[in-house]
């Protein structure tokens, strides 16, 4: 998975709780993104970032936040959870090459 | 403008059987088309891309055949193995941050 790793791979929480998830990467990329998959609707990019401490909406950002404080880390946060965000969640890295992507494993959130 | 419509939803294929996996755009400003495939439980992997400039780019027994005037692309698949079932999508990239535009996804189903 060209050297990402996401955590928590699987989480349960209850609607109104906060959850952060983290993508770290060992390639050094500058681009990272945060990415929802839900059936019928693909993969919708909800926040990216082009280096350290710049980031950017995408399509699907409302109730999410992110934060990279370091190259290597990318945190999406749920502030509040809600039964909508229930997903799995992609990281994905790019560098040079725009266009290709590497994705991580995913997490799959559960909101109950 | 920012969708990329892909057809159909899902597909099921005899074994040495040709799959095809369309998408069509709108903005004509997107440069550069990347197939993506997921296996279950992973998350996508980049497996060919075409820029416009090309008709058609061959990949093994991946095929991409692009056509500007009617803002459409399209993924063969020859002589489709079990192997090759797997979800599909096609993306067009974008602005800046080498952002991606995603199809909602071909779930490929190759019957032995």
């Known amino acids: 998975d060209a050297g990402i790793t996401q955590s928590p791979r699987h989480k349960v929480t209850e609607t109104g709780t906060p959850v952060t998830l983290r993508c770290h990467q060992t390639?050094?990329?500058?681009?990272m993104y945060w990415y929802r998959q839900d059936p019928g609707h693909g993969l919708r990019l909800i926040h990216y970032s082009y280096g350290v401490k710049d980031t950017d909406k995408g399509e699907v950002s409302d109730g999410y936040s992110v934060s990279r404080s370091k190259t290597e880390d990318f945190l999406l946060t749920l502030e509040s959870a809600t039964s909508s965000q229930t997903s799995v969640y992609f990281c994905?890295?790019?560098?040079?090459?725009?266009?290709?992507?590497?994705f991580g494993p995913g997490t799959r959130l559960t909101v109950t | 403008q920012q969708q990329v419509k892909q057809s159909p939803q899902s597909l099921i294929v005899q074994k040495g059987g040709i799959s095809i996996i369309n998408c069509a755009y709108e903005n004509t400003a997107f440069d550069y088309f990347p197939w993506y495939q997921q296996f279950p439980g992973k998350g996508p992997a980049l497996l060919i891309a075409?820029?416009?400039?090309?008709s058609e780019k061959k990949e093994g027994r991946f095929t991409i055949s692009f056509n500007k005037s009617a803002k459409q692309f399209s993924l063969h698949i020859m002589d489709s193995q079990p192997g090759d079932s797997a979800t599909y999508f096609c993306a067009a990239r974008m602005g800046s941050g080498s952002r991606l535009t995603f199809g909602e996804g071909t779930q490929l189903t190759v019957n032995p």
């Open positions: 390639e050094n990329h500058r681009y």
């Open positions: 075409i820029r416009p400039d090309v």
């Open positions: 994905a890295i790019s560098g040079d090459r725009r266009g290709e992507q590497y």
